[in-house]
Structure formats: C-alpha cells, structure tokens
C-alpha cells in the first residue's frame, strides 16, 4: 500500500528513506534508519518489528541480505511483507512477498532501494530510481524528495494519496531531518512546504547547534 525510497550518502555515509501511501500516517511505521548501521523499510502488511530486528541484525555486523533474510525466516507470514533497505557499506537488499498486492515489486542498486505495492505499475518504481540516478549532485534529502514527487507524478499508491514522510540521519542517534504529514489531501506538496521551513537559516542553526552537542 506503499512506495518508498531508501538512499545512503556515500561521502557521509548519512542514510534517508522517503515514503507515500494513501494510508494514514505511514511515518509512524515504515522508515527505520540507525545512525552508522543502515535504513530499512517495511511495507504492504506493515510490521515494524522488522525494521527494528533488521537495523539490530546490522548492526551485529550482518550485511543487509543477511540481515533481512534472517529477519524473514522468523516471520511466519513473509509472504505478505516487503522490506527493503542499505547496510552501512551501501550494499542494497529487497524482498517483495508473493502475497503482496499488485503491481508491487523492487529496484535495487549501489546505494540506494526502490519498492512499493498496490502501485499503477513499474513505472513509479522506475521513475524514482532514474530520478535518484539523474540527481547525483543534490543533497540527500531533495533527492530524496524530488524521487518521491517523480513517483507520485508517475502514478505512485493506485488507491490515492494520504500520507508521507521524509527522515534522514547523519552521525548522531536521532534523525537530523524528520518531516511527517499524517493525513492531507495533498501529502507531497504539504511535505514540500515543510521541507522549506526545514531549510530556512533559523531551523538549520537550530539543528546543528542540538546535533553539535551530541
């Protein structure tokens, strides 16, 4: 019921993930990112155990097929997730359960991992890596963000639109840019506003002081 967009910064090694459905509040449940270890997203019949499992199985030093493999083989209904993400070397892994709703399916490359379900088509998932291949010399989170609005324009969650999110972390245990629109009529042009205000001197000073002192 989702598509969403995990992305590492190799200069950085900073991670993002940035997600749309038409569901409510999909930032609450989706993205799990660990500052050093990886991001991971879980989709379609959505657990969050998962993600928490997968960053934990990085972070033992699992790369991330290791990693979500392991987390799959003890879910007894992996055939209804998707779950994908990056390890910490920018190594990508995906898996799209054969009970997922269609279209669902997965893009993965050096650095970054595309995957979405009850989506139009391939084409959104497409669209959103050649946007992430295109915009090389954006920072992360526009990258991010122009991906995901590619994928929207593209067809994205065939049901509609309700909810997305855009959450990236750098060096510090808590996320450096962390943007949610629970429920709007428009969630990415409503999460482009707020991306705005993020950028603004007085919020950036703000951030760096807070991420300065950990």
């Known amino acids: 019921m989702t598509f969403s967009i995990v992305l590492r910064d190799s200069e950085e090694n900073s991670f993002g993930i940035a997600v749309a459905t038409k569901h409510f509040a999909v930032g609450a ?8 270890v990886g991001a991971v997203a879980v989709q379609a019949s959505t657990n969050p ?15 991330i ?4 493999k392991t987390v799959l083989a003890e879910d007894p ?6 779950l994908h993400g990056l390890d910490a070397s920018g190594r990508s892994w995906a898996w799209s359960g054969k009970q997922t709703k269609k279209w669902a399916g997965h893009q993965c490359g050096e650095n970054y991992s595309v995957a979405g379900n ?5 084409e959104v998932v497409e669209t959103c890596v050649e946007s992430l291949l295109k915009n090389t010399d954006l920072p992360l ?5 122009k991906a995901l609005q590619a994928g929207e324009q593209a067809g994205g969650d065939r049901r509609g639109k309700q909810s997305a999110a855009l959450l990236t972390v750098r ?21 482009e506003r707020l991306f ?16 300065g002192q950990s």
């Open 118 to 122: 009850m989506l139009t088509g391939l």
């Open 49 to 63: 155990h998962l993600g928490l499992s997968g960053l934990e199985q990085l972070a033992s030093g699992k790369n």
């Open 77 to 82: 209904e992996a055939g209804l997730r998707q």
């Open 196 to 211: 705005s205000e993020f950028r603004k001197p007085y919020y950036q000073e703000f951030v760096s002081v807070i991420h």
């Open 29 to 36: 449940l989706v993205p799990h990112l660990r500052s050093g």
């Open 141 to 145: 989170e526009e990258k991010l963000l």
């Open 171 to 191: 060096h510090q245990p808590f996320t450096w840019c962390n943007l949610r629109v629970d429920d709007h009529p428009e969630p990415l042009s409503e999460l």
């Open 65 to 68: 097929e290791q990693a979500l």
